[in-house]
């Protein structure tokens, strides 16, 4: 768009506001025309004025006005709205492009560089487009002050993208119902210079690269639990969410339930290594099966590594 968009969260936000502005004008002018109207001929009508009733003629002209007038006014409408999805969905060739990673119940995003965070970063005055994807059930990515949203279904292809003209945080929500914590699946957005963007993105992600020097093990294995949304469902503290906490989970005896049949089972790395990559195999007692997701194809061995030194710092070994 060629939009001026300086001190706007969106490139968006005018045309949006503009359509609703014009909708909500011309509603509120029939309300008070409509409702006008009835006031008034319930008074000049009323059966004390007009006891007996009387017949009134048709009036063609009548009816050519208040079908012509909706009817160009419902056009115009349409327009406004089909304008702006058209924009919409005419993606700048240079736009910068981000994956945005639906799972319940948080959002992941990485950049180019291989990078992933949990907060959406993008640089002001640059168009990025986010290429949505939803690991399990529907999702659906809002950013209110930007003016988008963009549902998110498992196996279709989908994006958005946006403009940014003024620098700060924005709030990300998830506007879909995914389920028992769909309520605490949000994030934020953070509008950058686009020089602190490109340092950001020319690094590596850097608590999950191999003889790092920057950050301990232990910061790694945060760094990958907000990497594939684990804080959304398990805690560092010992809180019950909705998996089992992070906190002495080594070295302990746990009751699942395997097979129907409720066991005892050392906690040891083969019993992390099959809760991460089969986790509905044997399910800790107390808990729903089926709420979590096999992470074989996208947790790495090394990363693997990283989160049982996180998990043994937690268990005071």
Request: charged share 25%; with cysteine.
């Amino acid at each position: 768009m060629n939009e001026d968009i300086t001190n706007k969260a969106s490139n968006f936000v005018s045309q949006v506001d503009s359509a609703f502005v014009y909708i909500f004008g011309i509603s509120i002018l029939f309300l008070v025309g409509i409702t006008g109207f009835m006031v008034y001929y319930i008074l000049r009508y009323r059966k004390s004025k007009n006891a007996e009733a009387s017949h009134i003629e048709g009036s063609n002209t009548l009816e050519i006005i208040w079908t012509v007038i909706p009817t160009i006014l419902v056009l115009s409408m349409f327009y406004y709205g089909w304008s702006g999805w058209r924009n919409q969905q005419e993606v700048p060739e240079d736009a910068i492009p981000i994956k945005t990673i639906a799972r319940m119940w948080s959002f992941t995003f990485q950049y180019e560089n291989g990078l992933i965070t949990d907060t959406l970063y993008v640089p002001i005055n640059k168009a990025v487009k986010l290429d949505l994807v939803a690991l399990d059930v529907l999702h659906s990515l809002y950013i209110p002050s930007f003016r988008v949203k963009q549902d998110m279904v498992p196996g279709k292809e989908a994006n958005i993208w946006f403009e940014s003209g003024k620098e700060g945080e924005y709030e990300i929500f998830c506007a879909e119902y995914c389920g028992l914590r769909h309520s605490y699946m949000t994030s934020v957005v953070k509008v950058i210079p686009a020089e602190q963007f490109d340092e950001m993105t020319k690094i590596d992600s850097s608590a999950l690269a191999t003889n790092n020097t920057v950050v301990d093990s232990r910061q790694a294995g945060i760094s990958i639990t907000r990497k594939y949304g684990c804080n959304a469902c398990h805690t560092a503290d010992g809180s019950k969410l909705v998996g089992p906490s992070y906190k002495n989970i080594l070295g302990r005896m746990r009751t699942v339930i395997k097979d129907g049949d409720e066991i005892e089972m050392m906690a040891d790395e083969d019993y992390i290594r099959r809760s991460i990559y089969d986790p509905n195999a044997e399910v800790v007692k107390g808990y729903e099966k089926g709420l979590m997701l096999s992470y074989k194809e996208q947790v790495t061995e090394e990363e693997f590594q990283q989160l049982l030194d996180y998990f043994r710092y937690l268990s005071g070994q």
